[in-house]
């Protein structure tokens, strides 16, 4: 176990019902609320009316910005923090998923700077303050809802690069497991996979580090548990329980519970698959399904160890070789993501090949600005080529 | 899944040589600080000198309180709330196990009270507000150190009552699994005890909810690591590894995360066990490893199916017919406890057959408080039956 901070301090309302109470939430931090939403699917399935609802029963003062997309553009955070500034916003109401949630954390934190707010993504500055941002979660997948993190994409240079500061936590998230209900199946699965993935770049992290049971159990428990109710939720999507448990599992499995003792954790798989988003505007999900496996082809061939137990305890691989089981692990894996309808090739997610080279000089990008010195542009485009 | 709220805000340092960091986290709540704890084994064994060392560095100024005993005692908590009055102290640290911290929790309510904090554990009163609590850990076993709750003991009445707030939840928890080190068997024993109980009780209280797999993955990881490294560690008191492993694991296994979605959780065993130590001063965890295998016993006829999977998947009993099975897994749970010098019986515990009328009376109060209606005096006497 290595030394470690745990600090979480996120308010989780969950259950069928929640989302009533965002309004009581919301006036805790002041009455002036910048309500950040996507492209009007919340207006279509009446989770923005019982929003609405809420916060007009606590009083609040309402602005709104809608129109955030999956890969999130800094375009439109800089308008959100325009419009905050002016209007005196007091806190940001996210009701989305990540994309959502990570465009109403950059308004925070831009709000109470200065200077560029993409500053704080390049890791030229970091954050010092920000507005309370809350969260009514409505696609589980990125468990920003939890932890201090935001992904945004700056769309002149096409970089997707991540921010982190203990003042993005959102003080509250509702978690409502209905709002899951009208979830397309390809974005069920791409939340399956950004959530497993989420999960297992920390537990291979740890590869050569042969004491965190502890935490590799809680990892094989939460890919179990998404994967049986993921598929329970695409036979049928109005599965309570099923969606209830990927809801929370999803959540737990980025909120920091994973990582703790495991070490500087890095993630080169979400490194490569942001080329993919920001280069090709594959979704999240669609990019990890492509990239994660030939990933784990590539670094299990270092120490197959940890892959073989992820064989053996999640697909029940019953080969002695650690090699052979590793490989093995990773074909099962690849083949569940397909099973459930993600894409796990680059012909798959509509990419040519021909974009390799691009791809592996945008992940290097981000891999000089995450200081992963292993990841040169000819490391990743071998891992890349092991993904066609 | 059923609806929960989670929120649980301490911040955790964890391992080997985080103590020394225990004074800038005590200055964030002011310079006044009520240092509580135990016999003097911290000055035995050095954590006493690093803490004041910590606390001088930052400029404390310090009270003391020492002389917690485990099971603690109301009268001590009483004489720490008329000191911090008197003295205007700002906040209180626990350097010790559960007794120490729930003794710096009650004394923290009771400043803010203006009456007597006992109505705090029968229930006639709820906490307002409480001093900031800060602790440093020394024997791993209640979770007090990342949870709201505190128990405490009314000696001239013989209650062993607990009280639950927010404002008793610690703002910084400091552990250093290097502590553990001088744990002796018979504590080092009863610590696993007391967090595989924990964990058990959430875990049964489900006994007829078939979807908590999440939770169950989660608690039998818990257990699995906490029996692992409670042999280990019996066999090696200064295995790092081992201490690390029990340490983080206990916390998370009383910190509100194993019980999230599980509906009210009730703590019988618990319940229970609380009377041999109001009455015979039973150390908590022996009193523990008395009741819960007898409790198990009664509560496993109504419905063996859960009971039957700690079985199958804790302790890998193959019987296909849950009643077995069940029986099985108690049979394991007890020989285990017994295996690491835990006591499984009254007599191994000291305690006289004859007192079982007079203990199902002292838990049929708490029964009462508590609201279990099902345990009435007969029923829990059938239970203490069982421990025999």
């Known amino acids: 176990m290595q030394n470690f901070i745990f600090e979480n301090p996120t308010r989780i309302l969950f259950g069928q019902g929640t989302i009533a109470r965002i309004g009581?939430?919301?006036?805790?931090?002041?009455?002036?609320?910048?309500?950040?939403?996507?492209?009007?699917?919340?207006?279509?399935?009446?989770?923005?009316?019982?929003?609405?609802?809420?916060?007009?029963?606590?009083?609040?003062?309402?602005?709104?910005?809608?129109?955030?997309?999956?890969?999130?553009?800094?375009?439109?955070?800089?308008?959100?923090?325009?419009?905050?500034?002016?209007?005196?916003?007091?806190?940001?109401?996210?009701?989305?998923?990540?994309?959502v949630i990570d465009t109403a954390k950059t308004i925070a934190a831009g709000v109470k700077a200065d200077h560029d707010v993409w500053d704080f993504f390049t890791r030229e500055k970091s954050i010092q303050d920000a507005l309370p941002v809350l969260t009514?979660?409505?696609?589980?997948?990125?468990?920003?809802?939890?932890?201090?993190?935001?992904?945004?994409?700056?769309?002149?240079?096409?970089?997707?690069?991540?921010?982190?500061?203990?003042?993005?936590?959102?003080?509250?998230?509702?978690?409502?497991?209905?709002?899951?209900?009208?979830?397309?199946?390809?974005?069920?699965a791409y939340s399956a996979v950004d959530a497993i993935t989420h999960a297992l770049e920390g537990y291979f992290n740890n590869a050569e580090f042969e004491d965190s049971t502890l935490q590799d159990r809680i990892v094989e428990g939460l890919i179990k548990t998404i994967m049986e109710n993921t598929e329970i939720v695409l036979k049928n999507p109005k599965d309570y329980n099923g969606r209830a448990n990927i809801m929370w599992a999803v959540t737990l499995a980025f909120n920091g519970l994973t990582t703790a003792g495991m070490g500087a954790v890095s993630f080169p798989a979400h490194m490569i698959s942001h080329a993919l988003s920001a280069l090709c505007d594959t979704p999240h999900g669609a990019a990890l399904s492509i990239v994660l496996p030939g990933w784990m082809t590539h670094t299990l061939a270092h120490d197959p160890r940890k892959y073989a137990?992820?064989?053996?305890?999640?697909?029940?691989?019953?080969?002695?070789?650690?090699?052979?089981?590793?490989?093995?692990?990773?074909?099962?894996?690849?083949?569940?993501?397909?099973?459930?309808?993600?894409?796990?090739?680059?012909?798959?997610?509509?990419?040519?090949?021909t974009d390799i080279d691009r791809l592996a000089g945008n992940a290097f990008g981000l891999a000089q600005t995450w200081g992963l010195k292993d990841y040169t542009k000819d490391v990743i485009s071998s891992i890349l080529n092991l993904c066609k």
Chains 1, 2 share one sequence.
Do not use: H
Not at 32 to 43: E, F, H, N, P, R
Not at 57 to 79: F, Q, R, W
Not at 322 to 351: C, H, N, Y
């Open 136 to 188: 009514v979660l409505t696609i589980s997948a990125s468990a920003s809802e939890m932890n201090a993190a935001a992904v945004i994409t700056r769309e002149e240079e096409a970089k997707k690069y991540s921010s982190r500061s203990p003042f993005l936590q959102p003080k509250t998230s509702v978690l409502d497991p209905t709002v899951l209900y009208s979830l397309t199946p390809a974005y069920t």
């Open 24 to 99: 009581q939430e919301t006036k805790r931090f002041g009455e002036k609320v910048l309500l950040v939403y996507g492209k009007g699917s919340i207006k279509r399935n009446g989770i923005y009316e019982q929003v609405l609802a809420s916060l007009k029963e606590a009083g609040m003062d309402i602005l709104e910005l809608g129109g955030v997309k999956s890969n999130p553009v800094l375009s439109l955070a800089l308008k959100g923090i325009e419009i905050a500034k002016k209007q005196n916003v007091e806190l940001v109401l996210a009701v989305g998923g990540g994309s």
């Open 309 to 353: 137990r992820l064989a053996r305890e999640v697909f029940s691989v019953r080969e002695n070789d650690d090699g052979k089981a590793a490989a093995e692990g990773v074909r099962m894996l690849k083949s569940w993501f397909a099973s459930i309808g993600a894409p796990t090739s680059f012909r798959q997610g509509g990419i040519p090949e």
